[in-house]
């Protein structure tokens, strides 16, 4: 099964905290790559990372980091001082070598509290 | 930046009449894709083309929905006739080749209401 998972459907936090978004994925290929998009209120999809399965590396980018582990098969988003502005819903999803399509989680909604 | 363009922003209809959303995706890319997006949910893909030839239709409800890209680049989407159950984002995104681990640019979408 081809599979995203974003247990969180919802999580506040206060400006300034960190905050970790999860993701987990199902997929039997050993070639596959993993994104994250933010959604803001505007409405368009915005890419944020890429990561393929030969990867295993973590990311930062400024206040972004990514935590890959293909033990657990996540990868876990977190943002570290939280802003308001990074109130937005959060997609992670899943492409492989099996099916290009991307497979979308549900999207998780983060709320940045001033 | 170069930019996917999608219009209209909004649209407000009611049920049985037909409606079109239009796409234009970033200069130089070949593949186009529909999404559509129901509140809470992640987006679904209706079609994807490749220049245009359609290369994956098999979740578009070909009895009310059509999409067509004839020249390659631009694209339009239609509903025909609309029912309450349509109401949703529709995503326009375009890839540079549609190849595995690619990433999409996304459009600001249509919002659809159908009363």
């Known amino acids: 099964a081809q599979k995203v998972t974003q247990a969180q459907t919802e999580i506040s936090v206060v400006e300034k905290e960190d905050v970790t978004l999860d993701c987990v994925y199902e997929?039997?290929?050993?070639?596959?790559?993993l994104f994250w998009y933010k959604q803001p209120p505007s409405g368009e999809l915005v890419f944020l990372i890429r990561?393929?399965?030969?990867d295993e590396q973590n990311e930062i980018s400024g206040r972004y980091s990514w935590n890959f582990q293909k033990s657990t098969s996540s990868f876990n988003f977190t943002i570290t001082a939280s802003q308001v502005v990074d109130s937005a819903v959060y997609f992670c999803?899943?492409?492989?070598?099996?099916?290009?399509?991307?497979?979308w989680g549900a999207g998780t909604k983060l709320i940045i509290k001033p | 930046e170069a930019e996917v363009a999608q219009s209209p922003r909004y649209k407000i209809t009611e049920k049985s009449q037909a409606v079109a959303f239009w796409c234009d995706p970033i200069?130089?890319?070949?593949?186009l894709y529909w999404y559509r997006q129901i509140l809470g949910q992640g987006p679904e893909l209706l079609v994807q083309?490749?220049?245009?030839?359609?290369?994956?239709d098999s979740q578009l409800p070909k009895d009310r929905f059509s999409a067509e890209r004839l020249k390659g680049v631009d694209s339009t989407l239609k509903i025909q006739p609309a029912e309450l159950g349509d109401s949703a984002m529709y995503l326009c995104?375009?890839?540079?080749?549609?190849?595995?681990?690619?990433?999409?640019?996304f459009g600001s979408g249509t919002q659809l209401s159908v009363l």
């Open positions: 990561r393929n399965s030969f």
């Open positions: 999803a899943l492409s492989m070598d099996s099916n290009y399509q991307l497979i």
């Open positions: 995104a375009s890839s540079f080749r549609g190849t595995v681990g690619e990433k999409l640019f």
């Open positions: 200069s130089g890319h070949a593949t």
């Open positions: 083309f490749q220049d245009e030839s359609v290369v994956d």
């Open positions: 997929t039997r290929d050993t070639t596959y790559y």
